[in-house]
């Protein structure tokens, strides 16, 4: 994984999760990749949480299929780029 698929990924993340949990009055630049995704952050609840599992797996083909890991997984844009990074299969030369 190099530095620059990590940020392109993390960009493109940022901008997935805006159109499919209709944020509004945000953009990709809002939103830090350190920042906490749920509780604070983004402040998304638990069936935003489901809506964005299917997402990944759709997306990324990645499994998230227990509780405690996805807590860990889905706890900052970095810590789940690295996961799609390291565990699925990652096209960012889509427009996204």
Request: aromatic share 4%; charged share 30%; with cysteine.
């Amino acid at each position: 994984m190099t530095n620059i698929e990590k940020v392109e990924l993390a960009h493109k993340l940022k901008c997935m999760i805006i159109e499919r949990l209709k944020l509004e009055d945000i953009g990709p630049e809002d939103v830090s990749d350190d920042d906490p995704i749920f509780a604070g952050g983004l402040d998304l609840d638990s069936l935003d949480a489901l809506d964005l599992v299917l997402l990944l797996e759709k997306e990324f083909n990645v499994r998230i299929r227990d509780p405690e890991q996805a807590r860990q997984i889905l706890s900052t844009i970095n810590t789940l780029a690295e996961y799609i990074l390291t565990n699925g299969s990652v096209g960012l030369n889509k427009d996204k």
